[in-house]
């Protein structure tokens, strides 16, 4: 793909939703589902996206307006979605999926957003695995 100029991702956005939830989601699924469960998980990662933040130059920090969660059962299995503020940039994903099975993380997928070789945006699903993105 030709690179577009100024079309780099946004620090804070990506690194919050490409590695800080991702290694959160890793270390304690079970957390995350039950934060959901109760209605808790917004706020506790409003929290994280606020502290990544703040270790960021001011210039790279990015409000988490529009940042949302909700989770939902299926098949044995609970889906926590995770929507991210706006992404306006290459790689920043729009929402992550974490499905989780009792006490592992089977999936992390992103949707991302993305532009073809003319410019013009587009989406890609996308998926984290513990070694790779795919």
Sequence with gaps: MIEMPGDEPRRH???FGHWVLRFLAHQNPEDFVQL?????LAEA??????????????DDRISPAGLA???????????????MP??????????AALVVR???LEHYIVL????????????????WTTDAHL
């Design 13 to 15: 956005h990506y690194e």
């Design 36 to 40: 959901a469960e109760r209605g808790d």
């Design 45 to 58: 990662l409003t929290r994280v996206w606020t502290t990544l933040g703040e270790k960021l130059p001011v």
């Design 69 to 83: 969660t909700r989770s939902c059962e299926c098949r044995g299995r609970t889906i926590v979605l995770v929507t």
């Design 86 to 95: 706006s992404a306006r940039y290459k790689t920043e994903a729009y929402f």
């Design 102 to 104: 009792g006490d592992e």
């Design 112 to 127: 991302e957003f993305s532009r073809d070789i003319d410019g013009a945006p587009y989406t890609v699903l996308g998926e």
